[in-house]
């Protein structure tokens, strides 16, 4: 069964209508890439799951309908969402952003020292405000807070955009250890190597519909797909 289910997804902002029937599904410990070109509702789904934008239609997480609920609630279930934007705690040292992240009352499989040992740099900054830190370094502490939460998929949006290439590798070392420890993982990307490379199926989206699902391979194979809908 899967973990996530999305069903004839609608979502507007205001009167302009983004995501227009979008189906989608993610099974329990698999990595799951949603490519396409900037401005086609990639974000706007993520949010529409997290309850951040007006929807309809129908999102299933762990046989539960999310559609209605309050964002917080949607967390509380066991789902996870690292915005593009970070938006991290600028004022708040790494370890207290960590701290925020996690549930009162729930015995989490991620310790503090599992995030220190995957980015040994937040180590060594744990006591440096957020704010003062490189996008880089602000990227690996809003993965870490949204994993220490105990998620059973997490939902990240463009993890990779503008860190140098070795942050980059960093950031795939860590989806592989959630694909180890069986998070599932659904990445909104543009770098179409690395979804590739870590995802077990992908889907591309265009003009708010899907336009295409497959495993790599068959993306890779699929010329016309990546003309019209990837490459600029």
């Known amino acids: 069964?899967?973990?996530?289910?999305?069903?004839?997804?609608?979502?507007?902002?205001?009167?302009?209508?983004?995501?227009?029937?979008?189906?989608?599904?993610?099974?329990?410990?698999?990595?799951?890439?949603?490519?396409?070109?900037?401005?086609?509702?990639?974000?706007?789904?993520?949010?529409?799951?997290?309850?951040?934008?007006?929807?309809?239609?129908?999102?299933?997480?762990?046989?539960?309908?999310?559609?209605?609920?309050?964002?917080?609630?949607?967390?509380?279930?066991?789902?996870?969402?690292?915005?593009?934007?970070?938006?991290v705690f600028p004022a708040l040292t790494v370890e207290q952003n960590l701290l925020l992240g996690q549930q009162r009352g729930k015995q989490s499989q991620w310790s503090m020292d599992d995030m220190y040992e995957m980015f040994p740099r937040l180590k060594e900054r744990r006591?440096?405000?957020?704010?003062?830190?490189?996008?880089?370094?602000?990227?690996?502490l809003t993965l870490c807070r949204s994993l220490i939460g105990d998620p059973r998929l997490i939902m990240i949006d463009e993890p990779t955009e503008g860190l140098a290439p070795q942050i980059v590798e960093q950031v795939a070392r860590y989806l592989d250890i959630l694909r180890e420890?069986?998070?599932?993982?659904?990445?909104?990307?543009?770098?179409?190597?690395?979804a590739l490379d870590i995802s077990q199926r992908v889907y591309v989206m265009g003009h708010g519909t899907i336009v295409f699902e497959g495993a790599p391979g068959d993306l890779r194979d699929a010329h016309q797909v990546r003309k019209d809908w990837l490459e600029v």
């Open 1 to 87: 069964m899967a973990l996530l289910e999305i069903s004839g997804l609608h979502a507007y902002y205001g009167k302009s209508h983004v995501l227009q029937g979008v189906d989608m599904r993610i099974d329990p410990g698999e990595i799951v890439s949603l490519l396409g070109r900037n401005g086609v509702g990639r974000s706007t789904m993520v949010k529409a799951v997290m309850g951040l934008v007006h929807s309809t239609g129908s999102v299933v997480f762990d046989g539960k309908e999310l559609i209605g609920m309050k964002t917080h609630e949607i967390v509380h279930r066991g789902l996870g969402y690292v915005p593009e934007s970070r938006d």
């Open 127 to 140: 006591h440096t405000a957020a704010g003062v830190m490189s996008g880089g370094e602000q990227q690996m």
């Open 181 to 194: 420890r069986g998070v599932a993982v659904l990445l909104v990307e543009q770098k179409l190597a690395i």
